[in-house]
Structures are given as C-alpha cells and as structure tokens.
C-alpha cells in the first residue's frame, strides 16, 4: 500500500494507522468490558447492550486498520473486520438476551458471519491459487 513512499512518509502513515487501531481497540475493548465505567469516562448513557455493540464495532475497525498494515488485499481485510466485529456482535446478541431485543438476531447475525467466513476461505484459497499458477 505504501510502495513508492518516501521513507518518512511510509513510516508516518504506518505510526498513524497503528496510533488509530490501537485507539479503536483499547476504547472498544473497554465499551465491551466495562461499559458502565466507559459511560463515566465518556459522559454517556450506560446504555448495556449498545456500548457492547459500539465496542465491538470499534475492535472491527481497529482490526481492520492493523490487517491493512499486514494485507495488501482489500477483500481480505474488509472479510476479516467484518467477520470478527459480526462475530463479536453475535455474541453481544446472545449475551445481552435479558436486556432486550429480538431473541432470533443472535443467530441471524452468526449466519452473516459464517457466510464472511466462507467467503473469506474462498477468496483467499482463489488468491493463494493464483499465486501458484503465476510461478
């Protein structure tokens, strides 16, 4: 992604994609965890099931960013971010059941996440395919 960069601008633009992840991650690791005193911290409504899903949204981001550091392939990081904040979201669904909401989204959801998974199986057993092929 950074091909042609100049050394300072490669390294700034990584330091500021790892900065960014690394913020996603630890508030949405928080949110997930602990969202009462996340509410504190942030002078927000201690509103359960959406701070979980919030940080769980947040983690899929910050994924994300840390995926597109390592992967040049725009699927495959996009699949990835999607399967775990989904996957995440799943279990927010599932864990949150006594809070409200419609019972049947916990497993509505987990059929979007193993379809990503598939998905992503395929697109990356294409990818390595190719990669043999062109050798």
Known sequence: MTNGYSRPARIFVQVAVAVGA??????????????????????FPNHVHFLHDAGVFQIGIGLMMLSALVWRDVLSVVLVGFLVANTL???????????????????????LSLLALAALVVHRGQLSRRSRAQR
């Open 89 to 111: 979201h799943v279990v927010n669904h599932a864990a949150d059941l006594d809070l409200g909401g419609n019972p049947d989204n916990w497993w509505q959801l987990a059929l």
């Open 22 to 43: 690394l913020t996603m991650l630890g508030f949405g690791v928080w949110m997930r965890l602990d969202p009462a005193g996340f509410a504190v911290f942030a002078r």
